[in-house]
């Protein structure tokens, strides 16, 4: 069992940064793959970057540039360093994990097994 929980949400204006934070607990070691997604309110979840245990990432077209997706693994902590926020990244956002390395070439967050709690992001104009 593994459980996840963010922080570092917040109310930023835009231009403005944040870091996201996701603790992991448990078989934490055994991760795979972990996931940060977004869910805005009326719209769909929406995978934001992805880390797998070689360390490869890949980060959303609409973040490329702005969003950077690491992890101190002695911490078993997931980072996302959020720069140049806009309006339209305001969300929820949510960390997720799975112990399958093909995991990370799902586009769904729903397809991993666990996820946190979110952390509110909202950016004001």
């Known amino acids: 069992q593994v459980q996840l929980v963010e922080s570092g949400g917040g109310s930023v204006q835009a231009g403005g940064s944040l870091r996201l934070f996701c603790a992991a607990f448990?078989?934490?070691?055994?991760?795979?793959?972990m996931l940060w997604f977004l869910h805005a309110p009326g719209k769909a979840r929406d995978g934001v970057a992805t880390l797998n245990t070689f360390g490869l990432t890949s980060v959303a077209d609409s973040v490329k540039g702005r969003f950077t997706i690491s992890k101190d693994s002695p911490k078993s902590t997931l980072y996302l360093q959020m720069n140049s926020l806009k309006p339209e990244d305001t969300a929820l956002y949510y960390c997720a994990a799975d112990f399958r390395l093909s995991t990370c070439k799902e586009g769904s967050p729903n397809v991993y097994a666990y996820w946190g709690q979110g952390t509110q992001v909202t950016v004001s104009s």
């Open positions: 448990g078989y934490a070691y055994s991760l795979a793959c």
